[in-house]
């Protein structure tokens, strides 16, 4: 079963706007990751942001992490058509041998030319 | 591109038969991570292996199985395929066991079950 919950499920906006997706997940963990994936293939790793950190930054995109709400969100800045994609979070859990991912359900983001 | 390599791209199986998926590692990785992604919804874990012994196994029933390989390759075998098997299989590798590590993901195998 899956950890966590995406919202929205579904966000459509205009090439130059900014998206922001949230993702909320149950237990404690080491880490949370965001990946995005095109079209139903593989998923390519965005950013990793640590349990002991609030805000993470990498070229348009910014996370941000809230363990006491159990919650993250993503920011993509001056959105292009090209970001397109369904995205993820993942998490890491605390108890969890080795570096299993526990996904949510995922946003599709659509970026109108 | 990641480097890491699924084979075949796509198969469609019939229910009851059973089903190899292969995947070969990003060079220099040691541990693969098999995870099914069902139509509409994000992926599921399925199993893990560091060094070619299994670390952590989702909620899977015993007919999914796997291996890793002495060149950290990995096979999941899937028995007495059921309808809902069709899904993405995708496989990530990555360097150690560490929480922190990024996995690299293939581009997946897509089986569809008659």
């Known amino acids: 079963s899956q950890q966590g919950e995406e919202d929205p499920q579904a966000l459509s906006i205009q090439e130059g706007e900014n998206a922001t997706m949230n993702c909320s997940y149950k237990?404690?963990?080491?880490?949370l990751q965001w990946y995005r994936q095109n079209s139903g293939r593989g998923l390519v790793h965005l950013i990793l942001?640590?349990?002991?950190?609030r805000e993470k930054h990498s070229g348009r995109l910014r996370v941000t992490l809230d363990t006491s709400k159990k919650s993250s969100s993503l920011l993509i800045t001056a959105s292009r058509a090209a970001d397109t994609a369904s995205y993820f979070c993942a998490t890491v859990g605390v108890e969890t041998s080795g570096s299993r991912l526990t996904f949510g359900e995922g946003t599709q983001l659509t970026v109108n030319p | 591109e990641t480097g890491v390599t699924q084979s075949p791209t796509h198969l469609i199986k019939t229910r009851g038969q059973q089903v190899t998926l292969r995947c070969s590692s990003q060079s220099g990785h040691n541990t693969v991570s098999w995870y099914q992604q069902a139509l509409g919804q994000g992926p599921q874990f399925i199993f893990q292996y560091y060094r070619e012994e299994e670390n952590g196994r989702g909620n899977f029933p015993p007919r999914f199985s796997g291996l890793q390989f002495p060149n950290y390759s990995s096979e999941l075998n899937v028995n007495a395929l059921e309808l809902d098997d069709s899904a993405l299989y995708l496989c990530?590798?990555?360097?150690?066991?560490?929480?922190?590590?990024?996995?690299?993901f293939g581009p997946g195998t897509r089986l569809l079950v008659l």
């Open positions: 990530a590798s990555s360097v150690g066991l560490a929480r922190r590590e990024t996995q690299y």
């Open positions: 237990t404690s963990i080491n880490n």
């Open positions: 942001i640590r349990s002991n950190e």
